[in-house]
């Protein structure tokens, strides 16, 4: 349908409408006239003659005025007649204005455009409507039905196909806006939309997005294009070889990196070549989806070792279509990375099931991943069944059920130490002391925890067994007591019991403390043995976690020992005079090291005063202060210092951290009381340190201050008297923890200890340094070596408990004839006076267990030097 017809229409629609009212007011004219005319006949014909000629005239006169007012009407009626004619004329030219408006609007819009009435019938579309038509030669008029307009569509198919949510739903849809996109016959593409109207119409608009979809195929096409690109050269830049072999089983495509791993001839490489052909002429086989292995299994993945010794991971990934992707990766490094660590994993094996304390590893799923040999025979578990297995599918429920607090504690990242009774694999019930050590990864998270075990059932006894030789006592004090009179002689003999108790106390403790430090000390020599030795990064975290859980089970093993002594009144001072910086500077060289890694900063005063009083008990007692003051500093700085005052030096620890209460400043001296640090989930403590400072220093008769201010800081001091130094020469105070390991070379040592495991620590960790160790286990076996040592001895390195009550002096004055021309260094664990007295009169050096491998290493070099041998 053409604009022409379609305005002509609405023209006449106008016209006939204002027809129809002018028709309208032309009946109501003709009834008014024919009104008039009959009041006109009405006064003409007149009434009778009877009323009077009065009243004929007022009657006349009502007439007239009827009249009058009945045309008075008449004309105001044809007055809005006309005034409706003009309203109407100025409408009917707004109304055709408005409609070519709109006509020009919808023929301006570049969409085609549709209008249907609420009988779905065609009131009116724009041109471009049209010409969708004009092709087929079919004229769309006003009034035809959707349903008419639909059958012409399909019947000269002007639709190729109709697309909804990226499906394509066929070709025989129409016009008529039941779809999303179409494509015309004529390759065009249409996007249709409509909107319903108030009087239940509906608008169509059909809007041409052919430029659209062509530029997102031509977008598409080249992003195809450019990952076509960015593929291929992928594939070129890989550090694997690749090869892409098709159904045919021929080469399709290869990278660089194939031909340099497999060796193949780059002639030999063009599309099409049978892949298994070529491959006869590489150095590797051709894997292929049907290869098979020796037990009739397909093999898609293998490792070959090639000629020049480099190691090949071979897989091979079938596609869908019957073709094939193999990859070769050159694994040359990592296969001897993974063969070093299996090496550095047997020796750490050696070494830790050469440990006699029980020594496990768990992971944060509770399966375990290592464990040594004693705590295998301990439990009475074979290695091969436990591994890889859960605590659950170990442990009884009841065990389960008593060590789960623990172990969860454990998880949160808290070390745990707490005593348990256990049985052991024969069946006898034991006491243990159990540590669960967290260790953590690189992203501080709990990637599992150490199980460190310790059997204190012969302790526990002892402790026991005083405890109720205690209570005996005091039930037999307190009865003695009521008849003090007639019982004093029986009094007498309580008294001798209860100090040959104490007595023997005593020595219980001294041996306690030899057997608990003879493992701990040859572990603790072992890890430092491996830690000369090259490892690989994840080894060597290993161990340092290993060595630093020992120093651990060690402080707090030395920590309860030191007690025990002090309470048993074992411990006797070794008053000397020697000059404070002597003693003050190997504690700040070695303090000022654990504050740098601490994040704190660490500044020393000294002092040339000459002090009187016990050097390892002062030592003692400023190691703990300086390691407290490390503990609960989260950031700032520490001083070691010294105050000249009347009554003798103040030797002081100043730090920035946390402070103390006021109202805690006596409790913090009380056994196993100690504050909360900052960072208390690694605080391995018992609470001990200031209880022993506090002992120690009652022994020494040395005065103890403490200032400190609650968030603030705070300062320990120890009052130390004056001395005067005698002319005798000490031993050099200073010794340097590192020297170069070509002064170590050739050196030949003596080691005479009981204990199988420490000497072969021993010969580990100097012969890692250079030196050439013997090592024997009693006099007889020195003897039998006499051979060997008459070529000369360096050093003689002597344990003071030796087998059958035989002491390290003792050995030494059965060695006597051998005429050993060497200096000699006794260890032991025994801190008597009267031992450090008589070998410093012999003319030994003397160092307590456990040995520290740095200060052994500085004491070695130091008796080796010639300098000191002339001295």
């Not at 009945?70 to 204005?97: D, F, I, Y």
């Not at 035989?806 to 051998?818: K, M, N, R, S, Y």
């Not at 000699?824 to 050096?845: C, F, P």
Request: aromatic share 6%; net charge neutral.
């Amino acid at each position: 349908m053409d604009n022409g017809a379609m305005e002509s229409s609405s023209k006449d629609n106008g016209k006939a409408a204002m027809e129809r009212h002018l028709l309208i007011l032309e009946q109501e004219n003709r009834r008014l006239r024919k009104i008039n005319r009959a009041l006109m006949q009405r006064v003409e014909s007149g009434p009778s003659n009877h009323g009077g000629a009065y009243g004929n005239f007022e009657h006349a006169v009502f007439l007239a005025e009827q009249v009058r007012e009945r045309t008075e009407a008449l004309n105001t009626a044809l007055g809005e007649l006309k005034l409706s004619n003009r309203a109407l004329k100025v409408a009917s030219n707004g109304a055709q204005s408005a409609h070519g408006l709109l006509r020009d609007a919808i023929e301006s819009i570049s969409d085609a455009f549709v209008l249907y009435d609420g009988e779905r019938r065609l009131v009116m579309a724009n041109s471009k409507f049209s010409d969708f038509w004009r092709a087929s030669g079919v004229q769309i008029r006003p009034g035809m039905h959707q349903q008419e307009i639909k059958v012409l569509s399909q019947r000269f198919r002007l639709i190729d196909r109709l697309y909804d949510g990226g499906r394509s739903l066929g070709s025989g849809s129409t016009l008529l806006g039941d779809g999303k996109v179409f494509r015309l016959r004529s390759g065009n593409w249409l996007q249709v939309s409509e909107r319903s109207t108030r009087d239940g119409g509906v608008v169509v608009l059909y809007k041409d997005i052919t430029a659209l979809i062509e530029n997102e195929r031509a977008a598409r096409e080249r992003a195809l294009a450019q990952k076509s690109d960015l593929l291929q050269n992928t594939l070129y830049n890989l550090s694997q070889g690749v090869a892409l072999v098709n159904p045919l089983q021929r080469l399709e495509t290869w990278n660089h990196r194939f031909a340099e791993l497999t060796g193949v001839p780059r002639s030999r490489l063009r599309v099409g070549v049978p892949f298994e052909a070529l491959m006869q002429e590489s150095e590797v086989i051709g894997l292929t989806p049907l290869s098979l292995d020796e037990r009739g299994k397909p093999l898609v993945e293998t490792e070959q070792i090639l000629a020049n010794g480099r190691v090949l991971d071979i897989r091979t990934h079938p596609l869908p279509d019957g073709g094939f992707v193999n990859t070769y990766t050159d694994i040359t490094e990592r296969s001897r990375a993974a063969q070093a660590l299996a090496a550095s994993e047997h020796r750490i094996r050696l070494i830790t099931d050469a440990v006699p304390a029980l020594i496990a590893y768990v992971d944060k799923d509770l399966t375990f991943d290592f464990t040594n040999r004693a705590y295998e025979r301990w439990y009475g578990w074979d290695r091969t069944a436990i591994l890889g297995r859960r605590l659950e599918d170990i442990l009884t429920a009841e065990q389960q059920c008593k060590l789960q607090p623990y172990i969860d504690r454990a998880l949160r990242g808290e070390t745990v130490t707490f005593e348990v009774s256990e049985s052991r694999a024969d069946g006898e019930d034991r006491y243990v002391v159990k540590s669960y050590v967290p260790q953590r990864g690189r992203d501080g998270e709990v990637q599992g925890f150490y199980v460190l075990v310790q059997d204190i059932t012969e302790r526990r006894r002892t402790a026991e067994a005083l405890r109720e030789a205690y209570l005996h006592l005091e039930r037999r004090v307190a009865e003695r007591t009521a008849e003090l009179t007639e019982v004093n002689a029986k009094l007498l003999d309580a008294k001798k019991e209860a100090e040959h108790a104490n007595h023997s106390k005593t020595k219980f403790l001294a041996a306690a403390s030899h057997d608990l430090l003879q493992p701990m000390n040859a572990a603790r020599l072992f890890a430092a043995s491996l830690l000369e030795h090259g490892l690989s990064d994840p080894t060597r975290k290993l161990v340092e976690s290993l060595n630093y859980s020992l120093e651990d089970v060690e402080s707090l093993l030395g920590a309860l020992v030191d007690i025990s002594k002090l309470d048993a009144g074992a411990v006797k001072p070794d008053l000397t005079a020697f000059n404070a910086n002597d003693l003050l500077g190997n504690l700040a060289n070695e303090y000022q090291t654990l504050a740098a890694n601490a994040g704190l900063g660490f500044r020393f005063v000294g002092s040339s005063a000459v002090i009187h009083t016990d050097s390892q008990l002062l030592a003692r007692i400023l190691r703990n202060l300086l390691s407290n003051a490390i503990r609960y500093t989260c950031g700032g700085r520490i001083l070691l210092g010294c105050r000249r005052g009347k009554r003798g030096l103040s030797i002081e620890v100043w730090d920035t951290g946390i402070g103390i209460a006021e109202e805690k400043l006596v409790e913090i001296f009380q056994e196993f009381n100690r504050l909360q640090p900052a960072n208390s989930a690694h605080d391995k403590g018992l609470g001990l340190g200031l209880a022993i400072v506090d002992k120690m220093a009652g022994i020494l008769d040395h005065r103890i201050r403490v200032r400190s201010r609650l968030g603030r800081g705070s300062c320990f001091a120890v009052e130390v008297p004056y001395g005067v130094r005698s002319a005798e020469p000490d031993y050099p105070s200073t010794l340097v923890a590192q020297q170069d390991q070509q002064q170590f070379c050739g050196r030949r040592v003596l080691v005479l200890d009981n204990d199988h495991a420490i000497c072969e620590a021993m010969q580990t960790l100097l012969g890692g340094w250079g030196c050439q160790v013997l090592i024997a286990r009693n006099v007889d076996q020195v003897m039998a070596q006499q051979q060997a040592l008459a070529d000369g001895i360096d050093l003689v390195v002597v344990d003071y408990h030796l087998d059958n009550g035989v002491t390290g002096l003792d050995a030494l004055q059965q060695l006597a004839p051998l005429q050993l021309d060497a200096p000699v260094l006794m260890i032991t664990a025994n801190y008597s006076n009267d031992l450090k007295q008589q070998v410093r009169a012999l003319g030994y050096s003397l160092m307590h267990k456990p040995v520290k491998p740095a200060k052994l290493k500085a004491v070695a070099h130091h008796l080796m030097t010639p300098s000191s041998l002339s001295a």
